[in-house]
């Protein structure tokens, strides 16, 4: 930028005829160099604190909160937490989005991102493994068996919709395991994400549901209703991976974070809050 | 290119007139007497009535769809009511979002019939009573024809926001084929599901569907002053 600007001063000297235009630019190249000025003193200072943007699943809400804020205070660096529905969160990375990182609630879509060029090739980690669990508002329904669902004595059972949520998907693969799927077919309702899944069996309105343990755990017990705990090896892992986007690749904050999500410190809230690892 | 829309989605557009339709029917039943009586009123009531029926229109659906969980659940009073009735729970069934549409689109059609009352004044129905007509017959035969375009529209808009709803349906629906999922939350569903295909064909009908319905609610208009000239 420097060599540039030496170079149209010196040719403007040469050129009195454009004295107005000449003293607009010097005036405009000030500017720049005031500019240039800051930015490198800015640079200097990103090296110690910069910002990352995160874009988390819906899911994962309670724990990033906490994770961000030991991320902030270990590293000095700033975390700008975004939350929302996978598909939707990569509908929006795929239209621009400013993002740095994602953290998603499945594996696929961070290898989507890096198939299309806007994720950063091995770059993605699974950095928690989600836990099914049988659950319903009513302390007395399931006793902490599968044995209601070839019962039949429910009114609804509520699921994530299998092709939007990786728990909808494990629901289902449950179901069909356990031979019970022509019993809950007809009494089967869908939940946009595993979010709204929860909120139709803790209303009631669906007697039980399929939802995450870390939905209805809090200080490592369940603490409402009652539950069945759901073997993992009924489903395939519900591996939720995070990825480094394109966008910010080459922003040390960000890197910074991924590396944080993966330390001891990140592990213990991911158990805490009920996930795998 | 209605080749490219599958039976899932066809499932879903019939469910959704199916819903419209029935919403519509209801709605006039409704609306017509209410909006009669708020054009007609002095209570001091009027202002509180004419506003809740306005609350829909300002309300965010997932306002409407949360209420509609809580007061449809076990614990919340239509719960109980048609449970006690040996209805079971009207959450994710096509009566709970025929409730839940009704809600939605009241303003819709309240509105234009009450505004139609009102542009009629008093004196065509002072008339019918000094030719001795009792005060049902004169409404049926002077006020609800000379309140047609208002009817008109309001039928329109009612059908055409009912076929638009999303937010409320998203909240108590559960998405159920051929019970539940309309064509609004498929389109939902496609893409967050990536099926961006889909999603573009199922949206083209719901754009060429609605540019439709205006454009003849406008001609419908035209024509309605035109009569009234």
Request: aromatic fraction near 10%; charge should be neutral; include cysteine.
């Amino acid at each position: 930028m420097l060599v540039i600007h030496f170079k149209h001063s010196a040719f403007i000297d040469y050129v009195p005829i454009y004295t107005v235009l000449q003293q607009l630019f010097l005036r405009q190249l000030c500017t720049w160099r005031i500019q240039a000025a800051c930015s490198i003193a800015l640079c200097a200072f990103n090296v110690q604190a910069g910002e990352v943007r995160v874009a988390t699943a819906a899911n994962f809400t309670a724990p990033m909160k906490l994770i961000a804020t030991y991320f902030e205070r270990d590293t000095g660096h700033t975390a700008k937490l975004s939350f929302g529905a996978t598909g939707q969160l990569f509908a929006h990375i795929s239209h621009g989005a400013p993002f740095d990182v994602l953290i998603a609630a499945d594996e696929s879509t961070p290898q989507q991102l890096i198939a299309i060029g806007l994720g950063v090739a091995d770059s993605s980690f699974t950095y928690a493994i989600g836990t099914l669990v049988l659950w319903s508002a009513n302390p007395t329904l399931i006793n902490n068996s599968s044995q209601i669902l070839y019962s039949g004595k429910f009114g609804k059972i509520a699921i994530a919709s299998p092709t939007l949520a990786p728990y909808g998907l494990a629901a289902m693969q449950v179901i069909k395991q356990l031979g019970v799927t022509s019993m809950v077919t007809p009494k089967l309702v869908e939940g946009a994400s595993i979010g709204q899944t929860f909120q139709f069996v803790a209303s009631g309105n669906a007697s039980l549901g399929f939802v995450a343990l870390s939905q209805v755990r809090s200080n490592g017990v369940i603490q409402n209703g009652s539950a069945w705990m759901v073997p993992a090896n009924l489903h395939a892992p519900i591996r939720q991976d995070a990825v480094l986007l394109t966008a910010g690749k080459d922003n040390q904050a960000a890197k910074a974070f991924l590396t944080y999500l993966r330390s001891d410190t990140a592990a213990a809230v991911i158990r805490h809050f009920g996930y795998g690892l | 290119m209605l080749a490219h829309i599958d039976q899932e989605a066809w499932q879903a557009i019939g469910l959704t007139l199916e819903l419209a339709t029935v919403t519509t029917v209801v709605l006039l039943i409704l609306a017509t007497p209410l909006a009669w009586w708020l054009s007609q009123t002095q209570s001091t009531w009027r202002a509180a009535v004419s506003a809740l029926v306005t609350l829909p229109l300002v309300l965010p659906p997932t306002v409407l769809g949360f209420y509609l969980l809580v007061v449809l659940g076990p614990q919340g009073w239509l719960g109980m009511l048609t449970q006690s009735m040996g209805l079971g729970l009207l959450s994710f069934s096509f009566s709970g979002l025929l409730i839940g549409s009704v809600i939605f689109s009241l303003p819709f059609a309240v509105q234009p019939i009450q505004y139609a009352f009102q542009a009629m004044g008093r004196r065509p129905m002072e008339v019918a009573s000094t030719l001795r007509a009792t005060p049902l017959d004169a409404f049926f035969t002077v006020a609800l024809p000379m309140a047609k375009p208002g009817l008109l529209t309001a039928t329109v808009l009612s059908f055409a926001h009912t076929v638009g709803e999303f937010g409320v349906v998203l909240m108590i629906g559960g998405n159920i084929p051929g019970e539940t999922r309309v064509v609004s939350t498929q389109i939902y569903g496609h893409v967050e599901a990536m099926q961006y295909t889909q999603a573009h064909w199922l949206s083209g009908v719901m754009v060429v569907f609605s540019f439709t319905v205006l454009i003849a609610l406008a001609l419908l208009n035209k024509r309605s002053e035109q009569a009234a000239v």
